[in-house]
């Protein structure tokens, strides 16, 4: 099934921009998460991945590609995932030896043990492993055999259902920084965001600073642009400070005229 298409990732976008979170459904590219819904919190970079649009699903925010979401129709709710059935008890490996098994309905009796007479003429009646069970005085027919034991068989319990295993949480990368340093207007500014978030608006700094910081880019393009900039102004400025000194001479001329004395 097709994913979201451009417009709707457009119409996300714009949610997003609003402060919505946008419901989203799996796609049959989910796998196990088909069906199941989610909100869309954050739409990353497509170029850095191709898992970049970021659904929370219960307590998780995990990235997925377009074609795993689609627009969660309007009144739908989130589908069950399919539990495995528990599995059956294990075929025997071959014919069973009945022996030493009762009968089917068969009441189960227990073997006979023999008493040892100790020194002070009492039967010490032992069960299973040799340890005394009971005691019977000396002489025939004492009574002092153990009672059957119950439940002598042991039982293992059957596995339980395996719960669904969910898509495994893929760490999610940092948004990328960005530091802009720009020219316009005769001044030089520098910014910074993280994403989508600012971290500090333009502000001027002195073009001795900003030609520091392109220093650090080894490109002969970058420097041989920021020269002529810089060459530009040096330029403009000699020009003004020519101009203000030929003023200033004309004003200081001016003002010894005027002081002269007749």
């Known amino acids: 099934m097709a994913g979201l298409s451009t417009d709707e990732l457009q119409t996300i ?9 946008p419901r989203v459904q799996f796609t049959e590219g989910a796998g196990q998460m088909a069906g199941q819904l989610g909100q869309v919190i954050e739409l990353g970079d497509p170029a850095s991945s191709d898992e970049w649009v970021v659904v929370r699903f219960g307590r998780d925010e995990l990235p997925f590609s377009p ?26 490996a071959g014919p ?10 068969a009441k189960r009796v227990a073997p006979k043990v023999p008493a040892a007479v100790n020194g002070s003429g009492e039967a010490a009646v032992s069960g299973a492993g040799g340890s005394p069970v009971g005691k019977a005085a000396g002489g025939e027919g004492g009574a002092g055999a153990p009672a059957p034991r119950k439940g002598g068989d042991d039982v ?58 392109v220093a650090l880019v080894d490109v002969p393009g970058v420097q041989e642009a920021v020269e002529l900039i810089l060459s530009a102004e040096r330029s403009e400025a000699e020009e003004q400070a020519r101009r203000l000194r030929a003023e200033l001479a004309e004003v200081e001329a001016r003002l010894a005229e005027l002081t002269e004395k007749p």
Do not use: H
């Not at 069973?96 to 309905?105: E, K, N, S, T």
């Not at 760490?171 to 960005?178: G, S």
């Open 67 to 92: 074609g795993d979401l689609r627009v969660a129709p309007r009144g739908a709710t989130a589908r069950k995932a399919a539990v495995p059935a528990a599995p059956g008890p294990a075929a025997p």
């Open 96 to 105: 069973a030896f009945v022996l030493d098994q009762p009968a089917p309905g």
């Open 13 to 21: 976008r714009d949610g997003l921009a609003a402060g919505r979170k």
């Open 156 to 213: 293992t319990a059957a596995p339980g259902p395996r719960k669904a295993a969910g898509r495994s949480a893929k760490p999610k990368p940092p948004p990328a920084l960005t530091v802009t340093l720009a020219y316009g207007e005769g001044e030089w500014t520098v910014a910074a965001s993280q994403g989508s978030k600012v971290l500090a608006k333009p502000y001027v700094v002195r073009p001795a600073e900003a030609l520091r910081m």
